[in-house]
């Protein structure tokens, strides 16, 4: 009998095509680390980024027959994240950008919440993480892909729908602004790590809602 590991993406892929619902847990676990940075990544908190990743396996899971192999599966639920996170963003800003163009004010206070969450957040704490949101986002966007959830040059350009060469330059300023936080302090692995026990919760998520379905 096969482990987890030993399934390819294509192999599980299939079996949930072929109403072997109960293995998309497989892939749950098996991404739920490489969403859970892209949304971190994009200043989400905690239950926020969840709820995101629960929106994307869902959204995968009910168009898993779309997947055509063209890109890895990596690629494509990355890309599935990615672009839920763009979104929840650009909502967020035109709902709130009226009242922030007419008080100033709610700048300040949202500047204040956001610094208190940042502070209060010990999953934050690490002086990387919190160099690596304070770069602009096209460059904390080709690092996080290719450098902390681990996706290849060439993977990263089509997540990002970018040329090869502009991925390389992308990280390479990201790490420029982050030369001096990463020679002292940087350990990939540890960075926006989505523990074992949000991995349990997550996949128990989703399955209650893909029974839905």
Known sequence: MKTEETYTDKELIDKVLHKETAIFELIIRR??????????????????TQDLMQ???????????????????????SKIMLNRCYRKTQKWYSKHMESIEQNNQVIENLHNTETSKLVMNRELNSVIEKSLLNIPEEYRTAFTLR?????SVQETAAVLEISENNVKVRVNRAKAY?????????????IFEFNLIYCDAMVSRVMNKIKEI
């Open 147 to 151: 450098e902390v959830t681990g996706l």
């Open 55 to 77: 929106e994307v396996y869902i959204e995968v899971f009910t168009h898993l027959e779309q997947f055509e192999g063209r890109s890895s599966f990596r690629t494509w639920i």
């Open 178 to 190: 982050l030369r001096k936080e990463i020679e002292k302090f940087y350990v990939k692995e540890d």
């Open 31 to 48: 991404y739920n680390p490489y969403l859970y940075r892209i949304g971190r990544m994009y200043n989400f908190n905690h239950e926020d």
